[in-house]
């Protein structure tokens, strides 16, 4: 087991969640993630890093698989102007490779933003820290915690 897996599940038993990690295989984009796990393509939590440009930091926007983010709003709701997150920055603030950023068990703690569409669903499926990984969550517990602001941040 990778130690990113590891972290997500322990980051979960810690938050009193218990679920199933789901093993789907190499998914490169959500409506392949949806199709593995059988479920609809905005159950897929999308875990999008920018880097905010007034602070230096990674900020998580965690939309649904079919939306996509809105620079201009999620700068707004960010209250920063955002740029373009690297893989350097990704990895270090959170410890996740792109692909597998889940929205929790980050090696800092980090802003987070969630898009309402979310939460029209009882479930939805996130990242557990690998590209082939993804477990299911009640949309009001992931809110809960990662303690995501609900935000209109997309188109």
Known sequence: MSKSLKRVKTALLEAGVKTDVLELGDCRTAQQAADAAGCLLDQIAKSIIFRGL???????????????????????????????????LIRAQTGFAIGGVSPVGHLNPIRAFLDP?????????????????????QSAVLERITDAQVSDFTT
């Open 117 to 137: 569409r979310l939460l029209e669903f009882d479930v939805v499926y996130a990242a557990a820290g690998t590209p082939r990984h993804v477990f299911p969550i």
């Open 54 to 88: 007034d602070s230096d930091r990674a900020i998580l926007f965690l939309t649904a698989g079919g939306n996509q983010v809105d620079d201009v709003k999620a700068s707004r709701v960010a209250g920063e102007p955002l740029g373009k997150a690297d893989a350097a």
